[in-house]
């Protein structure tokens, strides 16, 4: 077997761009809206974003500093997943714009909202699925050292799902159809999944 590049994080990669990003590749993108305590709707994508437990049906997202999301959901309890999308890149790339936590980003990309049944903040019309969501934790990120990673892991449990009818084929939810983008490492770089992209694999018994 050949030599890896091997590395201690602590120590530096020895590479001209940090990999770990490239290499946890692709991760779903957690687009999170959420409304300040005044109302004013906030949407913004979170580049670590997964499932974390399917019953109850929970989901996190990790905020990088206390940004306008977390302390959004942290003052009212809730906050909704907008599956993001290959016709809703370039929206939902605007809405990551460093903007003051008095605008609205819907506003701001054009975006339509659609109410939500069960929490106050909207979703994104457009999306093909949105989860609402109540929020369980908020888990600071504490590294080996002792010291904060200035990271808050937010936890919230899917109270409603939402789903466009044409996405449902049979009683099953159509991924590719939904053609749902992922972060791919570096900074502009995306995956677009795609019916052609999928296989099947069954599980041993």
Same mark, same amino acid.
């Given at each position: 077997?050949?030599?890896?590049?091997?590395?201690?994080?602590?120590? $530096? @990669?020895?590479?001209?761009?940090?990999?770990?990003?490239?290499?946890?590749?692709?991760?779903?993108?957690?687009?999170?809206?959420?409304?300040?305590?005044? $109302?004013?709707?906030n949407l913004?994508?979170?580049?670590?974003?997964?499932?974390?437990?399917? &019953? =109850?049906?929970?989901?996190?997202f990790?905020?990088?500093?206390? /940004? @306008?999301?977390?302390?959004?959901?942290?003052?009212? +309890?809730?906050?909704?997943?907008?599956?993001?999308? *290959?016709?809703?890149?370039?929206?939902? &790339?605007?809405?990551?714009?460093?903007?003051?936590?008095?605008?609205?980003?819907?506003?701001?990309? $054009?975006?339509?909202?659609?109410?939500?049944r069960?929490?106050?903040? =909207?979703?994104?019309?457009a999306?093909?699925?949105?989860?609402?969501? *109540?929020?369980?934790?908020?888990?600071?990120?504490?590294?080996?050292? +002792?010291?904060?990673?200035? @990271?808050?892991?937010?936890?919230?449990?899917?109270? +409603?799902? @939402?789903?466009?009818?044409?996405?449902? !084929?049979?009683?099953?939810?159509?991924? $590719?159809?939904?053609?749902?983008?992922?972060?791919? +490492?570096? !900074?502009?770089?995306?995956?677009?999944?795609?019916?052609?992209?999928?296989?099947?694999?069954?599980?041993? /018994?």
């Open positions: 077997m050949s030599e890896t590049h091997f590395y201690e994080p602590s120590a $530096g @990669h020895r590479l001209s761009h940090d990999p770990f990003k490239a290499i946890v590749a692709p991760r779903p993108i957690g687009w999170i809206s959420t409304l300040d305590a005044n $109302g004013v709707a913004a994508p979170y580049s670590f974003f997964n499932a974390v437990c399917d &019953n =109850p049906p929970m989901i996190a990790s905020s990088n500093t206390r /940004k @306008h999301s977390l302390t959004n959901a942290e003052a009212t +309890g809730e906050f909704v997943w907008n599956l993001a999308t *290959r016709p809703l890149a370039e929206a939902m &790339n605007l809405s990551s714009a460093p903007v003051p936590a008095e605008v609205d980003e819907f506003a701001l990309t $054009g975006l339509k909202t659609a109410p939500c069960l929490v106050r903040p =909207p979703r994104v019309a999306s093909p699925a949105a989860l609402e969501c *109540r929020l369980l934790q908020v888990v600071e990120l504490i590294g080996r050292s +002792g010291r904060s990673a200035d @990271h808050w892991l937010v936890i919230g449990e899917v109270i +409603g799902v @939402h789903i466009r009818p044409e996405f449902l !084929r049979d009683g099953t939810y159509d991924t $590719g159809a939904a053609h749902p983008i992922m972060r791919a +490492g570096y !900074r502009d770089e995306y995956v677009e999944a795609t019916p052609e992209t999928f296989f099947r694999m069954s599980r041993p /018994k």
